[in-house]
């Protein structure tokens, strides 16, 4: 199961929870990497207003996420 939960974050580009550890939130991490492509952290965000199924608020996540990891390779 961890096997299949991994690749599937890999195919998508980030990691997402619901509910996991407090009703009503979700969050939403994409990968940190190195010049070399090694993880070396993650950006998370933790949301307690939306929809957990939201996949419109998740997109948005993610984008603004990916673009300050973005910013931060430079």
């Known amino acids: 199961r961890l096997r299949a939960e991994l690749a599937?974050?890999?195919?998508?580009?980030?990691?997402?929870?619901?509910?996991?550890?407090?009703?009503?939130?979700?969050?939403v991490a994409v990968a940190v990497?190195?010049?070399?492509?090694?993880?070396?952290?993650?950006?998370?965000?933790?949301d307690a207003g939306a929809s957990t199924n939201d996949s419109v608020q998740?997109?948005?996540s993610v984008s603004a996420l990916q673009l300050s990891v973005?910013?931060?390779a430079r």
């Open 70 to 72: 973005d910013r931060l």
């Open 8 to 27: 599937e974050i890999r195919r998508h580009g980030f990691a997402r929870t619901a509910q996991e550890m407090t009703l009503g939130t979700y969050s």
């Open 33 to 46: 990497c190195d010049p070399l492509g090694t993880v070396v952290a993650a950006n998370t965000t933790i």
């Open 58 to 60: 998740i997109t948005g």
